[in-house]
C-alpha cells in the first residue's frame, strides 16, 4: 500500500479521524496503477462506515426547459440552442403514474426536478399537490428539486413531507464561475443551509469533468465536507449538443473512479449516488464504480439523458450482492 493510502486507512480505521486536504490531493495525483488499490480502501471504507445496502431512486422531469439560467451544461437552459423544447409542468396524474412505475420497477425514492431558478407561487402549489398525491399513493419516499428556495417555500416542503431537497453546488466555488454567471455558487450555498436549518435531508453534489482541475475537484470534496448533505450525487459531464461545454471530452473511466473513490474517503459515511453520464464515461466498469465506494443509484432515464435500464441496475447490484436498502415508506 503507498504512503498515503497507509495515512488514509490509518485515520480513518484506527484514529477515527478525516484525512487531510493534503492527503487527498495526493489520492487524486496517484497513478493509474495504483488506481485499484484505491478502490479497494474506498469500497472498505464504504462498508464500514455506510453498510452494505444501496439506495435506489428514480427521478422525473416535472417541468423541462426554457430554465432562464445558464448552466453551461444543461441543455434546458433557454438561453443556449439545443434540441430540449420548454414543455409544462406535467399533470399531477401523469406525475404519480411515473412514480408507481418507479416504485414497481425498484425505486424507493422518487424525486420532482423542475427546470427553474427558482419556484413561483403557481410552482409551488402544483409541486405541493403532486408530493401529496404520490405520498398517498405510492409507498415512496418524495424528494425535490426546485432550486433556489425562500424560506417559506422551504418550509412548505418539509411540512408536505419532502423528506430531502436536492440543490447540487455542482462545482468547486473557485471553478463555478466558469459554468454559471445567472446566479452565483453562494446563492446555492445559502439553500442548501436553509434545507438543513428546516430539517430536510440535503443532497447537494455535482458533475466531474466540465473542465476543472484534479485540485478544484478536491476542494469541492471538502467544501460539501464542510456544508455536510445527507447524499451526495456525482454526475460526469455528458456533454450535450449546443451547449458550451458540447465539446468537452469525456473523462476516463480510471479518472471517473478515482473522483468516486476520492469523494468516498472524504466523506466516509454519506449516500454517494451514481448519477448522470455514468453510463458513457464508465461504461463497461459501472459495476467498478459501485465497489468504488457508491452507496446509491438512480435508475431509469435522467432529465434529459438516457440511462440503462432499471433491469440492468438491479442485476448488477444482484451480481454484486449489493442489498438494495427498502423504503421507509410515505407516511
Known amino acids: 500500500m503507498s504512503d498515503v493510502l497507509q495515512r488514509c486507512y490509518e485515520a480513518l480505521f484506527e484514529r477515527d479521524e478525516q484525512i487531510t486536504h493534503d492527503d487527498a490531493l495526493a489520492l487524486a495525483g496517484l497513478p493509474d496503477e495504483q488506481v485499484p488499490e484505491l478502490i479497494a480502501l474506498s469500497h472498505r471504507v464504504r462498508l464500514r462506515f455506510a453498510g452494505p445496502e444501496v439506495e435506489v431512486e428514480s427521478i422525473l422531469s416535472a417541468k423541462t426547459g426554457g430554465c432562464p439560467e445558464d448552466c453551461h451544461f444543461c441543455s434546458q437552459s433557454g438561453r443556449f440552442e ?48 403532486a408530493v401529496a398525491a404520490i405520498r398517498a399513493n405510492t409507498q415512496m419516499q418524495v424528494a425535490c428539486s426546485l432550486g433556489i428556495l425562500t424560506r417559506d417555500q422551504a418550509e412548505a416542503l418539509q411540512n408536505a413531507g419532502v423528506h430531502r431537497y436536492n440543490h447540487n453546488l455542482e462545482t468547486a466555488r473557485a471553478f463555478f464561475p466558469k459554468v454559471c454567471t445567472t446566479h452565483t455558487w453562494e446563492e446555492r450555498y445559502e439553500t442548501c443551509l436553509l434545507v438543513k436549518d428546516l430539517g430536510m435531508e440535503l443532497c447537494s453534489g455535482g458533475i466531474m469533468g466540465m473542465g476543472e482541475t484534479p485540485e478544484q475537484r478536491v476542494d469541492f470534496a471538502f467544501e460539501l465536507r464542510e456544508l455536510g448533505p445527507a447524499e451526495i450525487p456525482l454526475n460526469f459531464l455528458n456533454p450535450r449538443p449546443g451547449t458550451p461545454l458540447q465539446d468537452r471530452p469525456l473523462l476516463s473511466p480510471l479518472e471517473a473512479l478515482r473522483c468516486i473513490a476520492l469523494f468516498r474517503l472524504v466523506h466516509p459515511s454519506a449516500i454517494i449516488r451514481y448519477a448522470g453520464g455514468r453510463e458513457v464515461t464508465l461504461r463497461e466498469l459501472q459495476a467498478t464504480g459501485m465497489l468504488a465506494g457508491v452507496n446509491a443509484i438512480i435508475i431509469g432515464n435522467y432529465l434529459t439523458t438516457l440511462g440503462r435500464t432499471p433491469s440492468d441496475d438491479l442485476r448488477m447490484l444482484a451480481d454484486l450482492q449489493m442489498p438494495v436498502k427498502p423504503g421507509a415508506g410515505a407516511r
Open 82 to 129: 439545443t434540441t430540449v423544447r420548454p414543455e409544462p409542468f406535467l399533470p399531477t396524474d401523469q406525475i404519480v403514474e411515473a412514480a408507481r412505475r418507479s416504485e414497481l420497477e425498484g425505486a424507493t425514492e422518487f424525486c420532482i426536478v423542475l427546470a427553474v431558478r427558482g419556484p413561483d407561487d403557481h410552482i409551488m402549489e402544483r409541486t405541493l399537490d
